[in-house]
């Protein structure tokens, strides 16, 4: 019976296609350490074409935003360096949900801009993001750029987990996030080849120099980390001067971005991407947003390459099956489609919070089985669900409750370093980025599964005091009282 659950590690599909619109608008995320830092931004912000600090690119970059009327005097942030890389940073007082800059619409890199590019007659076929991944490639490769100065501040990799090497990768043996990021690598490569066979290579003209895997990384990356989703009208969108703003968790609300109509140069109006401050900030202090609050630890490492301290993102994804050898397998996925889930479910589950509301139904109906196989019959079809959210037998709930135990055992045995070994390497904290960050995933994972092992050990021990499905039907006819006593006719 156990392998019709797995706790699979090469977890879920979302991170497989990789670049589909989240639910709302977002960006990216991460921690509270960076405030700390902020006094060490004051003279580097306010001074940006004398300041040392600020490197001559970025000062070009900020030339030319001022040169397109993207810019003025009245615009409140400069880019700044920061402990985040470039950042955006007051130059004066900034009140809450204050415009701190706005982007015309002649500026955004997103499909559309693609379609009407030297590129855009090949790009029709594409999957959004590898329209974009190209265009951002080949607009990179020219002189004429309007987007040159841009691509000069753009970093060369980040510490996405895509851009790991192999030994820093094996810091994350037995985890989640590994799987996801060779499947992800993976998934990128094959895309590449397959653009490569039949849009790059017979397309020589347009695109003279060729392009190779790791440049299609790197633009891949670039999308992962700083294109915009869930805007009003654009699911992936990169807003040049927009994208150096960092995530902070201080930040716990998302709606920041907004497209609006608006004058975006002398005389013409136009859609602008326009950006509020979330808090109110004094001059010289960094402008923060929050990247998307649902995403964890490990989508955080994979998109924008960094994790936060608290265990708020930790999670781990369950992976449950209707395996195809059941015999009841057409009724059980015939029920699991009906509620919204399929042959292969995903639950993340996330430390100290409850599980998934879907998640104990769906494990009894893939446990259904025996005496309670009756409920699969097609008169229960339309109430069965309801009859799943709660306990429907002992034998099923308490194969429930020891297939997921045995399952997150099996899980923590993959991993070769203990949450107490972990824990100290972070303490005495003279680990490098991607090492820390690699350890506090593995930690997190540990600590779900360890905090999923023990609600169902819980469980298992309240077997006896639950309410089952005939009990309940009994109640419901008035064959049993409210203690549980039988009532005779009399
Ligand atoms: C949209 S870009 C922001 C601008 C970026 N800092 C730069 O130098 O171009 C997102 C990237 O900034 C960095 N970043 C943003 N917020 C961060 C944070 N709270 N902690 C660490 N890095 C952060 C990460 O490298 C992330 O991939």
Redesign the pocket.
């Known amino acids: 019976m156990s392998n019709l659950f797995s706790l699979n590690p090469s977890s879920s599909f979302p991170y497989l296609s990789p670049l589909t619109p989240p639910k709302k608008f977002s ?2 995320k ?2 509270p350490t ?1 405030q700390l830092k902020k006094p060490a931004l004051v003279t580097s912000v306010l001074s940006t074409k004398t300041d040392p600090q600020i490197p001559q690119s970025v000062q070009t970059f900020w030339q030319w935003l001022c040169d397109e009327g993207v810019v003025s005097s009245k615009t409140p942030v400069k880019p700044g360096v920061v402990p ?4 955006l940073v007051a130059t004066r007082d900034i009140a809450k949900n204050e415009v701190v800059l706005e982007v015309p619409k002649r500026f955004w890199i997103n499909p559309d801009a693609a379609a009407a590019s030297e590129i855009g007659s090949v790009c029709s076929g594409l999957k959004p993001w590898i329209a974009v991944a190209l265009f951002l490639l080949a607009e990179k490769s020219r002189e004429d750029s309007k987007w040159k100065f841009y691509f000069e ?3 060369q990799s ?3 987990t895509i851009f790991w090497s192999d030994e820093e990768l094996a810091e994350l043996q037995g985890t989640q996030l590994l799987s996801t990021t060779l499947g992800v690598k993976e998934y990128v490569q094959n895309e590449f080849l397959k653009v490569e066979a039949e849009v790059i290579l017979p397309n020589q003209k347009l695109f003279p120099s060729p392009i190779t895997l790791d440049e299609f990384f790197w633009a891949f990356g670039i999308l992962r ?2 294109a915009f989703s869930r805007l009003r009208n654009q699911n992936l969108v990169v807003i040049p001067f927009a ?6 968790d201080i930040v716990t609300t998302e709606d920041h971005a907004h497209e609006v109509r608006g004058p975006a140069g002398l005389f013409s109006w136009d859609y602008l991407f326009s950006l509020r401050s979330p808090l109110h900030l004094k001059a010289g202090e960094q402008v923060f947003i929050q990247y998307d609050l649902n995403k964890s630890n490990a989508d955080m490492a994979l998109d ?3 994790v936060e301290s608290g265990s708020n993102r930790d999670a781990f994804t369950l992976t449950l099956e209707i395996s195809e050898s059941d015999q009841f397998f057409g009724d059980k996925l015939d029920i699991a489609e009906t509620n919204g889930l399929g042959e292969t479910a995903y639950f993340d589950v996330k430390l100290d919070r409850p599980l998934p509301p879907a998640m104990l139904p769906y494990l009894r109906l893939v446990a259904l089985g025996g005496t309670d196989a009756f409920l699969l019959e097609s008169i229960f079809r339309n109430a069965v669900w309801g009859h799943l959210e709660l306990p429907v037998s002992h034998a099923n709930e308490e194969l429930i409750c020891q297939v997921v135990q045995k399952a997150c055992k099996s899980a923590l045995s993959g991993y070769p370093t203990t949450i107490e070994q972990d824990e100290k390497l972070i303490e005495r904290g003279n680990l490098c980025t991607r090492h820390e960050m690699a350890v506090k995933i593995r930690a997190g994972e540990k600590k779900v599964l360890q905090h999923i092992d023990k609600i169902f050990a819980e469980r298992e021990s309240e077997l006896d005091g639950l309410e089952y499905y005939q009990e309940r039907r009994l109640k419901d006819l008035g064959l049993v009282g409210e203690q549980g006593e039988i009532i005779f006719w009399e």
């Not at 985040?84 to 950042?87: I, R, S, T, V, Y």
């Not at 994208?243 to 902070?248: A, P, R, T, V, Y």
């Open positions: 960006f990216w991460a921690k960076f985040e890389g470039l950042g501040i753009l970093p980040t510490d996405s980390s700083r994208d150096l703003i960092n995530h902070s924008y390459g960094f």
